[in-house]
């Protein structure tokens, strides 16, 4: 395995590349905001400080079609946002460790069911807690997750959880709203247009750019 530091033609920004036996992944160093995060996580190490969790509830029949539909929205979602799919890795510069990140290519989405339909809203709260202060794995590993819930036959939702590295604000409104229009399309048995959101590969770069021009 070999890193090396590569520069984009044309841009001024660092890309890693991390060859393996069988692939090659472009890496590429941190934003300004991630790197604050990432320091934020190497000092609080293994705890909560930097998750967010939240849930959405619907009323209304839940079955197994409702189920599916919401499954299908979320994974729309996910597989059209790029920055859910990054991985925070360490890189040996040789003379100092430094932060970087990747994108794997998508691949399908792995979402949970739980069903509380039979031990009431209490166990609902107790779970939503105890899953958003469970710390996440940094290093290499997936920083979203996402489960369907059933409260009830009447009441249902899904649960998603990021690593604030990954996302801001913004984007959880986003988040929200898309989720909302994909279910309800599908609902009505229609097919969503799939469009790629903007790449946070090329966000990285276009702030490298600003940073390293007379205007900042």
């Known amino acids: 395995q070999q890193n090396h530091l590569q520069t984009i033609t044309g841009e001024h920004i660092r890309v890693f590349n991390k060859y393996t036996q069988h692939t090659k ?29 939240f849930m959405i509830a619907y009323r209304g029949k839940f079955d197994l079609f409702a189920k599916e539909c919401l499954e299908k929205a ?10 859910f799919r990054t991985r925070i890795v360490d890189i040996d510069f040789n003379e100092y460790i430094g932060p970087g ?4 290519a998508y691949q399908q989405f792995r979402i949970e069911y739980i069903d509380f339909s039979e031990n009431g809203e209490c166990s609902v709260n107790d779970w939503l807690k105890k899953m958003t202060d469970e710390p996440m794995d940094f290093i290499d590993s997936e920083l979203s997750y996402a489960a369907v819930l059933k409260m009830n036959h009447q009441c249902y939702g899904y649960y998603l959880k990021f690593h604030q590295i990954i996302i801001d604000g913004s984007t959880l409104t986003q988040i929200f709203d898309e989720v909302d229009d ?12 799939y469009r790629q959101r903007p790449q946070y590969s090329q966000f990285i770069g276009d702030e490298a750019n600003y940073l390293m021009s007379a205007q900042a």
């Open 25 to 53: 992944v472009d890496h590429y160093p941190l934003s300004h905001s991630q790197n604050m995060f990432y320091y934020m996580e190497k000092t609080y190490t293994g705890t909560s400080s930097e998750n967010i969790g």
């Open 101 to 104: 990140q990747y994108f794997p």
């Open 182 to 193: 994909i279910y309800r399309a599908l609902q009505n048995g229609n097919i969503p247009e």
């Open 74 to 83: 979320i994974s729309f979602v996910m597989r059209a946002n790029e920055n």
